[in-house]
């Protein structure tokens, strides 16, 4: 299977995969909580990093989970720092101030946690193998560094997702990073 096969199949399982996200999610926190896709895009490498810096104002938080199974991925879960901000308040039924405290962080790495869980969780059932991932890892950072940070895949699966818990919406964007070549930096 080549990378462009990997990445379609990938992208039709973007909408299963969010809806779980919404259902796990729901469970977890005991609120009214919903995942949906907006757009969901296979793109190059380039082109969602110029997305990166022309849609985040910095800083931005991201939540990183690193995939070790049939191949290696990573999964990002990004949100410019007042939709994490608002997110974090709505779980939590408290403004939160920015920058996130430990306690919003740890809010944020378990939503992040949850969504790239649900994409593996149907990525397995698809290609019927099992991935497992890394703990996540919250970064305040900007656009420019999490593209540093990252090793660039030749292809991305690019899904902008709305998080909607009880009367909040709060955008993001979902990124999967294949790595057919080796371990997952």
């Given at each position: 299977m080549d990378i462009e096969q990997l990445m379609a199949i990938w992208q039709k399982a973007s909408m299963p995969a969010l809806a779980q996200a919404g259902l796990a999610l729901k469970q977890f926190s005991g609120l009214d909580f919903d995942v949906r896709e907006s757009d969901v895009a296979v793109v190059s490498w380039d082109t969602m990093s110029e997305r990166f810096l022309r849609t985040f104002r910095n800083p931005l938080y991201a939540v990183h989970l690193r995939a070790h199974?049939?191949?290696?991925?990573?999964?990002?879960?990004?949100?410019?720092?007042?939709?994490?901000?608002?997110?974090?308040?709505?779980?939590?039924?408290?403004?939160?101030?920015?920058?996130?405290?430990?306690?919003?962080?740890?809010?944020?790495?378990?939503?992040?946690?949850?969504v790239g869980t649900a994409f593996l969780n149907v990525f397995a059932d698809l290609f019927q193998t099992v991935w497992e991932p890394t703990t996540p890892r919250v970064w305040l950072t900007s656009a420019e560094e999490l593209t540093r940070e990252i090793s660039p895949g030749s292809r991305v699966l690019m899904s902008e997702a709305l998080f909607q818990v009880t009367n909040e919406e709060v955008s993001a964007e979902i990124v999967v990073v294949p790595s057919l070549g080796g371990a997952a930096a």
């Open positions: 199974g049939l191949f290696h991925a990573h999964i990002l879960t990004v949100f410019s720092d007042v939709n994490g901000q608002r997110l974090v308040s709505a779980l939590m039924g408290e403004t939160i101030e920015l920058p996130l405290d430990s306690m919003g962080l740890s809010a944020l790495a378990e939503v992040g946690n949850v």
